[in-house]
């Protein structure tokens, strides 16, 4: 008994060593822990104090640039501010973009690019390709086309590689087809082009043409693409049937699928959600379903985007009823409806003229914690409007500014147009000073609203 008592004793006294050893261990991690926390918070107050630096700076050099002309040389009080950053000239840029409109966009391509060269000239800085793409956007915003294209030479010559954004930026700015069929032939013979991550310069090219919807670009690219001897991977597939789609030959989007099959490749993702707009939007709900099962079947497990997709295309249809069903599978499948999904559900029932279950279907997406987008409060608004409920469409507007939603051009041309339309006219430009208040520019709602 004795010599287990002994034992006891060393067992509680090593067990008591041990906890001793803990405790020490967690108060030097606690303490590590509040020096690294204190740290956090320094180097957050340190990069605030910077981003608000240089947004005064930004500030400065504007007031200073617009002061430029006759008697005044702007860039010889610029040189005077001290350091300039990439930061600094993005910042400027930037602020210079956003204020372009149809009364002050020449002098605004003139301010902007007297800054970006003043600003290259300076000692330890050099321009990145992302300055030339904002530059370059100042130009095209300001129908400034032939600088934009020396500017791209120039950026060339200075040994800066273009890449898709390059590309977007020049496709945007071409009217015709014949010019915009230059572009991409300058693109595809291009050394400095750089397509990463994309397999070829095709794909990149592709891709971007995809996101502009420059669908008949899209054909005639990947003719030249199988001429010049590129073989379609599953990126090119659902490219080239997207636009066969979207241009409603849908003969040869059953041929390129059939093709892709033969040639090996299996649908991913992509492919399937594609599919499933195309079944939807053709008002064949019972062939989704099966898709969606054969999906289940290969290892895709379909996702929220999948079925919203699917419910957008039906909508599109005019099948509210399968829209309903899907979004009830798509909550028992496990998935949970976000912003989009909830705001396509909205809208189609707004258009269908069923503002009751649009506004049950808004007070549900709230209820379990989805917040709406600027979409989706346009879809309201619309819906209140075509119901006549004005004030409360006025109120909802002023809702989503004071849970942090800006309003955006549709927003109040929808508002708007009801309200004219009602022959509330005087409500209308209430709506119209309250818009003016909160930063918007009148001249460029006009121009937008007219077109």
Request: hydrophobic share 40%; charged share 20%; with cysteine.
């Amino acid at each position: 008994m004795a010599i287990m008592s002994k034992m006891g004793l060393g067992a509680l006294r090593i067990s008591l060593m041990n906890l001793g050893k803990v405790r020490k261990l967690t108060m030097m991690w606690r303490k590590r822990l509040q020096v690294y926390m204190i740290h956090l918070v320094l180097r957050g107050t340190l990069l605030q104090e910077r981003v608000d630096g240089v947004k005064s700076d930004a500030e400065r050099i504007l007031e200073i640039l617009h002061q430029d002309g006759p008697g005044f040389d702007a860039k010889q009080v610029l040189s005077d501010l001290g350091v300039v950053s990439g930061l600094l000239v993005r910042e400027v840029l930037f602020d210079i973009l956003k204020t372009i409109n149809c009364v002050n966009k020449n002098r605004c391509a003139k301010l902007g690019y007297k800054f970006f060269v003043w600003s290259g000239e300076q000692e330890n800085y050099r321009h990145t390709a992302n300055t030339y793409h904002m530059m370059m956007r100042i130009f095209a915003d300001s129908e400034e086309f032939k600088a934009m294209w020396r500017l791209v030479d120039e950026m060339i010559e200075k040994g800066y590689s273009t890449t898709a954004r390059t590309f977007n930026i020049l496709i945007c700015t071409c009217g015709g087809a014949g010019l915009a069929r230059k572009v991409v032939e300058r693109f595809i013979k291009s050394k400095t082009f750089n397509y990463r991550p994309f397999k070829h310069s095709f794909n990149a090219i592709l891709h971007s043409l995809l996101t502009l919807s420059q669908y008949r670009l899209i054909e005639w690219v990947y003719q030249q693409m199988l001429v010049e001897g590129h073989s379609p991977d599953v990126l090119t597939y659902n490219i080239i049937m997207c636009a066969k789609f979207r241009l409603g030959k849908l003969d040869q989007f059953h041929g390129l699928l059939d093709e892709m099959g033969r040639s090996g490749f299996s649908p991913d993702f992509h492919t399937f959600n594609l599919l499933l707009h195309v079944l939807g939007k053709g008002d064949k709900p019972l062939a989704a379903l099966k898709l969606l099962n054969h999906m289940k079947e290969v290892g895709v497990d379909p996702s929220v985007l999948h079925f919203t997709t699917l419910i957008d295309g039906l909508s599109r249809a005019g099948n509210y009823e399968a829209c309903q069903y899907f979004f009830n599978e798509m909550i028992k499948h496990g998935c949970v409806p976000d912003v989009v999904c909830y705001t396509v559900m909205i809208t189609g029932y707004v258009v269908a003229g069923q503002f009751d279950k649009a506004q049950e279907m808004f007070t549900d997406m709230i209820h379990k914690g989805q917040l709406p987008n600027v979409f989706t409060y346009n879809s309201m608004i619309r819906g209140l409007c075509m119901d006549r409920k004005y004030e409360e469409a006025w109120l909802m507007l002023k809702e989503m500014e004071s849970k942090g939603c800006t309003p955006n051009f549709l927003v109040y041309t929808t508002l708007v147009g009801y309200l004219r339309n009602a022959g509330k006219l005087a409500e209308a430009h209430e709506v119209i000073r309250h818009m003016v208040e909160k930063g918007r520019n009148p001249i460029e709602y006009s121009s937008r609203a007219a077109s």
